[in-house]
């Protein structure tokens, strides 16, 4: 339990703090529900359990060993989140089909370029790991301790999202939270950056 305290501490920040996976599962949440939203943090979880896992297991030296993997990896999280921020302000525009939230394999697959992610799996891979621990079974434990950490803090940045949706009652008004939401994606994609 003395392990897992600092883990657990550490998994709640990373979880809870703004970042790419709660602006987008807000936005869900306020443009779909807590439903509809449900596979995106399902597979959050699940993409950021799979990759701790990896990290403890070894792949993070990859990323240690040749740092331009990083850079790229930045280029591509990006990307990701410019075109999120893109098919946002599309968002109900006239003629086009209404979107659906992002789904339980694209959540997943997002974490690997998504940076923040990469930061939080190669810091308990890092620094978290008791000595004398075999790394399987840390790999297991760190992956499973994030998992009950982060459902709850990203169902809260859902509901947050939900909780405004009534304010979003017009189609203008969901157009200019979009457009903020939109707006603040590509502010964090440009702060992969800095």
């Not at 930061?119 to 760190?142: K, N, V």
């Amino acid at each position: 339990m003395k392990e897992l305290l600092p883990l657990l501490s550490y998994c709640a920040l990373m979880s809870s703090t703004p970042g790419p996976n709660n602006l987008m599962v807000a936005t869900a949440g306020a443009n779909f529900g807590y439903r509809a939203a449900l596979p995106q943090i399902s597979g959050c979880i699940l993409g950021i359990a799979l990759q701790t896992m990896l990290a403890c297991l070894g792949l993070g030296l990859v990323f240690l060993s040749y740092p331009a993997l990083q850079w790229w990896l930045r280029i591509a999280g990006a990307a990701y989140l410019v075109f999120l921020a893109w098919k946002l302000t599309r968002t109900r525009a006239a003629g086009l089909p209404a979107p659906r939230p992002v789904s339980l394999w694209q959540a997943a697959l997002f974490q690997g370029v998504n940076p923040k992610s990469w930061i939080r799996a190669l810091t308990i891979a890092s620094a978290f790991q008791p000595l004398g621990y075999a790394p399987l079974h840390w790999a297991l434990a760190a992956s499973v301790v994030g998992a009950i950490v982060g459902f709850p803090c990203l169902s809260l940045w859902t509901l947050f999202g939900v909780a405004i949706r009534n304010a979003l009652n017009s189609p203008r008004r969901q157009r200019i939270f979009n457009g903020v939401m939109a707006l603040a994606l590509v502010a964090l994609a440009f702060s992969f950056f800095r």
